[in-house]
């Protein structure tokens, strides 16, 4: 699937938490989905988790390593902040394992349409707005390096 | 409103102060706020916002300048708030009362200029292990620039000032003490007077950051004998962007100016500047005089609510929120002074701060996550940081249940 196809995928996923605003507790049954992401993203290799590798918020800590497996770029994350790492989770499901230019170009608009912008915002300062823009980089950087 | 600390008040009475607050009674993700974030910034009564639009409408000019109407109605209602300020901390001398940005530009005045003249090389400067950055830095950089060091102050487990280390650190290398008050992350209420009275055994003047301590209680510097006091206006009901340093004459006297510009000169030439006198010289610029009015407003209402009434409310919101905070199983307090102010500092077995804080902002409940600019302190209770929950008078008994409940339903979302 492409980029664009997994973001229409997942938003899809979490329309059907959407009853409307104010609506009871549709952002329970989301923030549970969301937090089931995070346990369910595989657990990162203590490894990974360097200095080296860690994005910095102040509020969350996100770690991102990147590697590259046949061509495509792949990415391995974790956030010690639970709806933190639920996020990241769709980062990586989104952006991980496609070619580094696309990753590079891509349009993240799933965000804002699963109603989850207020993580993005850099007051949140947990560390996703910055782990976005390292994917990103990542993608620039693997991109040149196929082209030399 | 006005209360008379002599009457007990009823939760009638507090719904009236409540009215006070137009920002109280807003609907944040489709349910009714619940403001516990106040040692960040309280909320602003009627009273100083209309203060500051009056002012904007109706009277407005530079001050200290003009010969016109406006500019000298203008002066005349800064400098009677500086007044009202002297009378507030009961200095001396309405000369001793500096307008600054805030708390963290008052620290910054007192290191830079203090320590121009008075810290050498291998010289010392004491502050606690529960100091906000903004007590800490500005010191730091003071230090950097003259070769002097930093002693630390060391705190029990309950986050208290061990007392007897603090007199072991007092020396004849030893120019400046600068501690807080009140503790922003702990709530810890620091023995200020006895700090005071042990280092001026030695000759040693002290900076208290009075940042969380002025909207809750009384504070006569007279009595406390504080050399330094500073505050922020926006935490004690009045706006954003003004604060305060108290100064002793002597020691403002003595310290050169911190910044350079209108207002703190007497006569320049290019060979030559003649400083102005107190308060004037730590004053460059246009000053922010909407601001001022503003706390001007706020310090009345403070004075008309009473201390009397505000200590004895927020005591028991404390006292309240405590007993039901500790029900929660899996919940540990960080800070358990004997004698503290209305914030709480707490985790959740097992859960990241951020993610209690994001599960109590969708139920419209709004707390401080994370350091709370007190890193130093988080490495002392190795921790990463914690959720806070912080009270002003207005707050109710309702929402300290809604808050528990919240954070109840965070454990069952967010727990394993």
């Excluded at chain 1, 989770?89 to 965000?111: Q, W, Y």
């Excluded at chain 2, 016109?68 to 009961?90: C, D, G, M, P, Q």
């Excluded at chain 2, 700090?195 to 030695?202: E, G, P």
Aim: charged residues 25%; glycine residues 6%; hydrophobic residues 40%.
């Amino acid at each position: 699937m492409s980029i664009e196809e997994i973001q229409n995928e997942i938003i899809e996923e979490f329309s059907m938490f959407d009853c409307g605003e104010d609506s009871g507790d549709s952002w329970t049954a989301k923030y549970e989905h969301l937090i089931e992401m995070a346990k369910e993203l595989p657990a990162m290799d203590e490894k990974f988790k360097t200095e080296e590798n860690i994005v910095r918020g102040c509020q969350s800590r996100v770690w991102l390593h990147a590697y590259q497996e046949k061509g495509n770029l792949k990415f391995l994350a974790d956030s010690d902040a639970l709806v933190t790492k639920g996020l990241v989770a769709l980062m990586v499901r989104v952006l991980s394992d496609h070619k580094p230019s696309d990753i590079s170009k891509a349009e993240l608009f799933f965000i804002e349409k699963i109603g989850l912008r207020e993580h993005l915002s850099p007051t949140r300062s947990n560390g996703l707005l910055a782990m976005i823009k390292q994917m990103k980089l990542y993608g620039l950087a693997f991109h040149q390096k196929q082209m030399d | 409103m006005q209360v008379s600390p002599s009457i007990k008040l009823t939760e009638n009475d507090i719904m009236k102060i409540r009215n006070d607050f137009p920002l109280l009674s807003q609907k944040v993700h489709g349910k009714p706020l619940i403001y516990l974030d106040n040692a960040s910034s309280s909320q602003k009564p009627k009273q100083v916002i209309d203060a500051i639009s009056n002012y904007y409408l109706n009277e407005h000019s530079n001050v200290h300048r003009g010969v016109h109407y406006l500019s000298s109605a203008a002066t005349e209602k800064y400098e009677a708030v500086r007044e009202k300020i002297r009378k507030f901390l009961n200095a001396a001398s309405s000369c001793e009362i500096i307008f600054t940005k805030g708390t963290t530009d008052s620290i910054n005045l007192v290191a830079s200029s203090f320590g121009k003249k008075f810290i050498q090389k291998n010289d010392e400067i004491i502050i606690s292990e529960m100091e906000h950055h903004s007590n800490i830095v500005p010191w730091q950089m003071i230090c950097d620039e003259r070769g002097a060091k930093i002693r630390v102050i060391p705190i029990n487990d309950n986050g208290e000032i061990l007392m007897d280390e603090f007199n072991n650190l007092l020396n004849e290398k030893t120019k400046i003490v600068a501690v807080s008050h009140i503790s922003n992350t702990l709530g810890t209420i620091n023995p200020v007077k006895e700090i005071i009275y042990l280092s001026h055994k030695r000759n040693i003047p002290v900076l208290i950051d009075g940042a969380q301590a002025i909207p809750h209680l009384k504070v006569d510097v007279k009595e406390l004998d504080a050399d330094f006091y500073c505050f922020s206006s926006h935490k004690a009901y009045g706006p954003t962007g003004v604060g305060v340093l108290f100064g002793k004459e002597k020691w403002l006297n003595e310290m050169p100016p911190y910044q350079g510009g209108g207002d703190m000169i007497k006569s320049v030439t290019f060979e030559k500047t003649i400083y102005n006198e107190l308060p004037q010289k730590f004053e460059a610029g246009t000053p922010p005089i909407a601001g001022v009015v503003g706390l001007g407003a706020a310090i009345d209402y403070i004075n008309n609510i009473g201390f009397d009434f505000i200590l004895e409310r927020e005591n028991e919101l404390l006292e309240y929120a405590t007993k039901k905070l500790l029900n929660i199983k899996g919940l540990k307090i960080y800070g358990n002074s004997k004698n503290k102010g209305a914030a709480i500092s707490f985790l959740l077995d097992g859960i990241h701060p951020y993610d209690v804080g994001v599960i109590l902002d969708q139920l419209g409940i709004a707390v401080r996550t994370g350091h709370h600019c007190t890193q130093p302190l988080m490495e002392r209770f190795r921790i990463a940081g914690t959720v806070r929950a912080s009270f002003a008078f207005y707050n109710t008994r309702e929402e300290i249940d809604q808050l528990v409940s919240g954070l109840e339903k965070a454990k069952k979302l967010l727990g394993n």
